[in-house]
C-alpha cells in the first residue's frame, strides 16, 4: 500500500500528529509537507491522510496566512516555508485512492478543517476512508493535549487495518 500523511503546519503541532499517524500506519507510509508532497510523490496513492490547523474556524486560507506573516507582535514565528493545504488541494492532481483527513485545533472551537480537507480529496476522487479526526491543543499555540500523539498513532494503526 502507498500512503502519505501530507500536512499544513505553522508552529509544529499539526506536523507532529502527521508523524505519530504515519508512525501508527508502519514502515510504508511516508510523511510530506505540502511542499513536498508534489504530484510526482503521490501519483498512485493507495491512501492519502491529510492535515491542517484549524485557524479562524476554518482550512487556513491565503489572507489568514498574510495576516500571520505580516504579524511580528512577539507571538511565535509561525513557519510559512510550505504552501497552504487548501492551495495543496486545489492543485491536487485526479486520483483513485482512499482519504483521511485531520486537524489540530483548540477544543470548543467552531469549524472544522478536516471535513472540508475530506470533501476537497472527494472531489479530486479520493473517497473517505475514516471520518474527519480532531486533535487538541492546549493553547493558541500549542503543545498538543498529553495523549494526542498517542491517539494519532492509534488512529494510524485503524486506518492501516480499514486498508487492508
Ligand atoms: C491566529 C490563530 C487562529 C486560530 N484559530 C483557531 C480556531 O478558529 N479554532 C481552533 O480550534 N483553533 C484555532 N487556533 C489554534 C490552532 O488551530 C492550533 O494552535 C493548531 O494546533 C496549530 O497547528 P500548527 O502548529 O500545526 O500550525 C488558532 C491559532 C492561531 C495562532
Known amino acids: 500500500m502507498k500512503a502519505i500523511v501530507v500536512y499544513e503546519s505553522h508552529w509544529g503541532n499539526t506536523a507532529a500528529v502527521a508523524r505519530a499517524i504515519a508512525e501508527g500506519m508502519g514502515p510504508e507510509a511516508r510523511v510530506l509537507s ?11 496513492a493507495d491512501l492519502i491522510v491529510a492535515g491542517a490547523p484549524l485557524l479562524g474556524f476554518s482550512l487556513p486560507t491565503e489572507s489568514m496566512l498574510k495576516g500571520l506573516a505580516s504579524n511580528t ?17 486545489e492543485a491536487l492532481p485526479k486520483g ?35 471520518k474527519a479526526q480532531r486533535f487538541v491543543v492546549q493553547g493558541k499555540y500549542g503543545p498538543l493535549r498529553d495523549g494526542e500523539l498517542e491517539r494519532a498513532k492509534a488512529w494510524g494503526a485503524e486506518l492501516a487495518r480499514a486498508m487492508k
Request: zero cysteines; aromatic letters at 8%.
Open 34 to 44: 505540502t511542499a513536498e508532497a508534489t504530484g510526482e510523490a503521490i501519483a498512485g
Open 73 to 89: 507582535g512577539g507571538n511565535p514565528t509561525p513557519d510559512l516555508s510550505h504552501p497552504s493545504m487548501r492551495s495543496w488541494l
Open 96 to 130: 483513485a485512492g482512499r482519504a483521511a483527513g485531520f486537524e489540530t485545533r483548540i477544543w470548543w472551537s467552531p469549524g472544522s478543517a478536516a471535513k472540508t480537507i475530506l470533501d476537497k480529496l472527494g472531489a479530486a476522487g479520493y473517497q473517505p476512508a475514516a
